[in-house]
């Protein structure tokens, strides 16, 4: 199991950036896939992006390529998303997450395919 604890949520207005972090503990972080995921007040849980073990592959919600970047740093076990070009319906409480599966895919984007959650962040993006 790995611990997870979000951070760099907050406020920002339409048109701007924020930069989130996860930091990870326990087990050894590039043993896990990594998630994004995000969830909206009366919305379910939905996929925002996702890495490989290694980083070097990434996928994204067809919604938020372009304006939302997943990167992690093994060395310092934390994962990040830098979110840009913020808009009012990104508001939602943020999730970063951790799959151990190994199915013989970079990268998982089902809330399902991940073992271990962190309690996320919220995120208000103005208009």
């Known amino acids: 199991q790995v611990q997870l604890v979000e951070s760099g949520g907050g406020l920002a207005q339409a048109g701007g950036s924020l930069r989130l972090s996860c930091a990870a503990s326990?087990?050894?972080?590039?043993?896990?896939?990594m998630g994004w995921f995000r969830q909206a007040p009366g919305k379910e849980r939905e996929f925002v992006a996702a890495?490989?073990?290694?980083?070097?592959?990434?996928y994204y919600a067809n919604s938020l390529k372009g304006r939302f970047t997943i990167s992690r740093d093994n060395a310092k076990n934390t994962l990040y998303l830098q979110m840009n070009s913020l808009k009012p319906e990104d508001t939602a409480v943020y999730y970063c997450?951790?799959?151990?599966?190994?199915?013989?895919?970079?990268?998982?984007?089902?809330?399902?395919?991940?073992?271990?959650w962190g309690q996320g962040t919220q995120v208000t993006v103005s208009s």
């Open positions: 997450a951790a799959s151990i599966k190994n199915s013989g895919s970079y990268y998982y984007t089902a809330t399902n395919d991940y073992n271990d």
């Open positions: 326990g087990r050894t972080f590039s043993s896990y896939a």
């Open positions: 890495i490989s073990r290694s980083g070097i592959s990434t």
